[in-house]
């Protein structure tokens, strides 16, 4: 596990964790293995500028098996970061930090999502306060992984594999605090509802 952008500037009680593909990006059954292949989703740039302007510390936190599948190099996929976070930095918003986990699935790691490594490595680099912080992801994995972690919030998205992931959640007695449409709605929820103090909807 590594990250790819580091900044001391945390707001330890208002940090959101977001998951990378069908979140900010369109996501792939390929796979998104090069530059060219990474784009944003409607309205993920305004989401980052947004959270920045209202003083909260965006955390990245992606699954990037693609590497341990060998379908990309990991000089490539740092690449693909840093055209995320230059965009992201060009639209007025900011990412602090990226933590992405290489591993195949059958490598039983502590840091793919749902296990919590990723978000309790990010803690303790950050000093951030778990039960104040806010996951927003599109799978069972992400909402699974905010409840591992001891996250306070955890919103899912209708993008990327969001729908089926709510129907999967409901089978498995799991509820999101939120669903949101996209990383947008999702942000503006945030926004208005001052979730990362802790208080209540």
């Known amino acids: 596990m590594k990250n790819s952008e580091q900044n001391q500037r945390v707001n330890p009680k208002k940090t959101v964790f977001i998951d990378r593909d069908g979140v900010i990006n369109r996501d792939s059954p390929d796979y998104i293995k090069c530059r060219e292949e990474f784009h944003f989703l409607p309205g993920s740039l305004e989401a980052f500028r947004l959270l920045h302007e209202n003083g909260f510390t965006a955390i990245v936190v992606t699954n990037q098996s693609v590497i341990g599948r060998k379908f990309t190099t990991p000089e490539e996929l740092r690449l693909i970061f840093a055209k995320m976070t230059e965009a992201i930095a060009s639209s007025g918003g900011h990412v602090t930090d990226i933590m992405f986990c290489p591993h195949l699935p059958s490598d039983l790691c502590r840091c793919r999502k749902p296990a919590p490594g990723m978000i309790l490595d990010a803690r303790d680099r950050h000093a951030i306060d778990l039960s104040t912080a806010v996951m927003i992801g599109d799978s069972v994995k992400d909402i699974e992984c905010a409840a ?54």
């Open 148 to 201: 591992n972690a001891g996250v306070g919030w955890a919103v899912l998205v209708r993008t990327g594999n969001g729908k089926k992931a709510l129907e999967k959640l409901m089978e498995k007695g799991l509820s999101p605090d939120h669903v949101a449409d996209d990383l947008l709605d999702a942000v503006k929820w945030l926004i208005s509802n001052n979730r990362t103090h802790g208080g209540n909807p």
